[in-house]
Each structure stands twice: as structure tokens, then as C-alpha cells.
């Protein structure tokens, strides 16, 4: 969540607490470090839905791991995702654009409400194959020493 959604996350929400699909579903809501404190004024259905967990600390990348899909509007969160593998569903609206990348080569499904993701999960094979190690390169500190000392092996010259 990013605190400026018009109730598009809420909407999306209530949507989830009624498709059957997702009924023993717990969804969790990991908040902008901005929006920490005014959550219950951006989000009131939230702080009353029992289907939601509010998260407000902690690594993005744990929740990532630890879940089964991650939706969102234009966090960074989105493209993280892609280097474990996860369902990533951009919710349609005008902040949207930034995730439309992901959308664009496939390997994130455009929803404006539960319906789009529960047809999309139910067929999780549909996912195109991603080519992580194209973004998420292994051994980056390795990678980043080496090019520190090719530079500076190319300066003493």
C-alpha cells in the first residue's frame, strides 16, 4: 500500500473477503512507511476486515517470500517479486503505469478485483517463464568488486 490509492486497495479487499477461492486466504497489507500513522483514516475498512493483517515494519522481501501472490499498484514491491518467483497482480488504475513493464512481458496479470487473480491463480501455470538472472544478478557483491577493480586496474594506466 502506498496511502494514495482512492480506495482501490479497499475495494480490492472486500472483493477477496467474498470470492470462495480465496475464503481461508489471510491477506497482508504491508504499508508504506508513510502511511504508518494515518492507515485508519486512508484504509478504514481494513482496520475491520478479518480477512487482513496489517504489517508495519519489517522486510517487504520476507513477505514476498512468505506468500502466495503479491498485488499491488506502483510499488517496487512488484518488481522485486520477480526474483522469487511469485503471481503478481498489478491493480488497474492511473498510478498503475509504473508496473506496466511487468504487465507488458507477461509476467504480471492487470485486476481490478479478486475475480482477475482467483481465474489467474486457479491457472498458475499461465505465468510466462522469467528470466530472473536478466535483473537479479547472482553474486552481486562478487560482480561489484570486480568491476571496482577492473576500474581502478584501468586508471594505474
Known amino acids: 500500500s502506498q496511502g494514495y490509492d482512492n480506495g482501490i486497495i479497499d475495494n480490492f479487499i472486500s472483493s477477496c473477503a467474498k470470492a470462495e477461492f480465496l475464503k481461508d486466504w489471510k491477506i497482508l497489507v504491508k504499508l508504506h512507511p508513510s502511511e504508518v500513522l494515518t492507515w485508519r483514516h486512508v484504509h478504514p475498512a481494513l482496520a475491520s476486515n478479518n480477512h487482513v ?39 488497474d488504475s492511473a498510478d498503475s503505469k509504473i508496473a506496466e513493464p511487468l ?3 507477461g509476467v504480471a496479470c492487470r485486476i481490478v478485483n479478486a475475480d482477475g487473480m482467483v481465474d489467474f491463480l486457479e491457472n498458475f501455470n499461465n505465468m510466462k517463464e522469467f528470466d530472473s538472472e536478466y535483473y537479479w544478478k547472482s553474486n552481486a557483491l562478487s560482480n561489484v568488486e570486480m568491476l571496482i577493480k577492473n576500474e581502478a586496474s584501468l586508471r594505474s594506466y
Open 53 to 91: 493483517e496489517i504489517i508495519t515494519s519489517g522486510s517487504s522481501n520476507w513477505y514476498v517470500v512468505n506468500s502466495d501472490a503479491v498485488v499491488g499498484i506502483s510499488s517496487t514491491v512488484l518488481f522485486e517479486a520477480l526474483a522469487f518467483q511469485k503471481p503478481i497482480f498489478v491493480l
Open 103 to 105: 504487465v507488458s512481458l
